[in-house]
């Protein structure tokens, strides 16, 4: 899901702020792609960002007219627009919008919950637990719709272009079956992060690369990049000793990477949580896209289920399939009893209720208003959400990806979202953008 390195297991990885060198360590050729482009030298250490990788989607055509994020400086929320309430399309406007912000409530206490230790967010969270307090935790949406417009500002986010739509996708927690113990059955390691992985931050050298990390392991007194896939998976199994949990199907491993968090069904009954740790930071590369290209698969049929389909109907090529993806996700295991799984605020985060965003353009935990359409339809769906996620896909100003929720329905409503849909942000009246 998202970037959280501490919790339950805590990740054994190192973190370390970067001090100039005598020359840069990687070239980063930040675009609009899940992760930066390598430099052509094939030894530099790959550039990632907080990584939440997402629902594999359809392969899209590139147009000329994409405009590159790397060649335009924007400041942080530097794409918010002023806006009307009114503007704001869906929001109270109809009898089942109002009643949809009841639901929506209890997301927004979960992002009080930390933005309350934050000065320009105490005001805010303060009336909001005073509302609480006063209707027994259950506000009328016809309150909680008076608190946002008494205590918030309404913006609406944009493109570089000054457009106001963009592509809303959806993910979704998977449900594994799987031990803690390996055996035939169950052959397929989660690994937790390793214990010889190093991150370096790169904002204190690169005030321009706010947010954007280099991964890699030292060898001697060089950082190079991490094992890739194939390394990890291989006889020598360089991580052997880091397995917490054992899967039944490779296929399914391979697509909690992509989620990045998930619930593994015991052979007892229990149920575990299972989150994002860490990842090598090597390029995700679509293998949806690998087999259209290949001529696998159409594009019609280059979805999730379309991919499993194709796994289980050629088990002699998947290995190598999935070895064309050299990125790989490490995991820890998460307390018991959340109620969902943690995303990048830290918080639980509640099926349809959240978006995961760009961090850069919208602040993190912030209510915003969805107005967007149903999966592979043109029926509306217009929502308070909460934005409590982040994800390396998900870049740009009017850019969201929609928590479904868990298991099987869940997943196939997100391996079938990729909609166009237009985003407004509250932000209370005393926050301040640069």
């Not at 009307?84 to 009643?99: A, C, H, I, R, Y």
């Not at 992002?111 to 637990?129: D, E, F, G, H, Y």
């Not at 190093?198 to 954007?212: H, M, Q, R, T, W």
Request: hydrophobic letters at 35%; proline letters at 7%; one cysteine or more.
């Amino acid at each position: 899901m998202a970037s959280i390195c501490c919790g339950l297991t805590a990740c054994a990885s190192k973190t370390l702020k970067a001090t100039p060198p005598t020359k840069p360590i990687a070239k980063c050729e930040c675009g609009p792609n899940k992760n930066p482009v390598k430099s052509s030298d094939s030894s530099s250490v790959q550039i990632t960002e907080p990584d939440k990788q997402i629902i594999e989607p359809k392969p899209v055509e590139a147009k000329s007219t994409d405009i590159k994020t790397a060649d335009i400086k924007i400041s942080d929320y530097g794409l918010l627009k002023p806006a009307l309430w009114e503007d704001v399309d869906g929001l109270g406007q109809t009898k089942q919008n109002l009643s949809d912000l009841s639901l929506s409530w209890p997301a927004w206490m979960q992002s009080c919950s930390t933005l309350i230790n934050k000065p320009m967010w105490q005001k805010v969270c303060n009336a909001a637990i005073q509302l609480n307090n006063q209707t027994a935790n259950k506000p009328s949406s016809e309150a909680i719709l008076a608190y946002f417009k008494q205590n918030f500002s309404v913006y609406k986010t944009t493109n570089i272009d000054g457009t106001d739509s963009g592509l809303i996708t959806g993910y979704y927690e998977p449900i594994l079956k799987g031990s803690r113990f390996k055996s035939a059955k169950y052959s397929n390691p989660l690994y937790q992060a390793p214990t010889d992985l190093i991150s370096v931050e790169l904002d204190s050298l690169f005030p321009e690369l706010k947010y954007k990390r280099v991964r890699g392991r030292l060898v001697g007194n060089k950082l190079v990049p991490y094992y890739n896939r194939a390394d990890i998976e291989s006889e020598a199994a360089p991580l052997k000793g880091r397995e917490f949990m054992y899967i039944d199907d490779i296929i399914d491993v391979f697509f909690l990477q992509v989620q990045g968090s998930g619930l593994v069904k015991l052979e007892s009954g229990e149920q575990v949580h299972v989150g994002y740790a860490d990842q090598n930071g090597l390029t995700y590369n679509s293998i949806g896209r690998l087999l259209v290209e290949r001529g696998e698969l159409t594009m019609a049929n280059a979805s999730m289920n379309g991919i499993k389909n194709w796994a289980r109907n050629n088990p002699s090529k998947l290995r190598e399939l999935l070895n064309s993806n050299p990125s790989y996700v490490f995991f820890r295991e998460l307390p018991a009893g959340l109620p969902g799984p943690l995303g990048a605020l830290g918080v639980p985060i509640l099926g349809e209720r959240v978006v995961a965003i760009d961090p850069k353009y919208v602040p993190l935990g912030a209510p915003v208003f969805l107005s967007t359409t149903e999966p592979n339809s043109a029926k509306p769906l217009k929502r308070l959400m909460m934005a409590q996620d982040t994800g390396g896909a998900i870049k740009g100003g009017v850019r969201a990806d929609f928590y479904w929720g868990d298991g099987n329905e869940a997943g196939a409503k997100a391996g079938a979202m990729k909609q166009t849909g237009k985003i407004w942000v509250f932000l209370p009246k005393e926050f301040v953008i640069k």
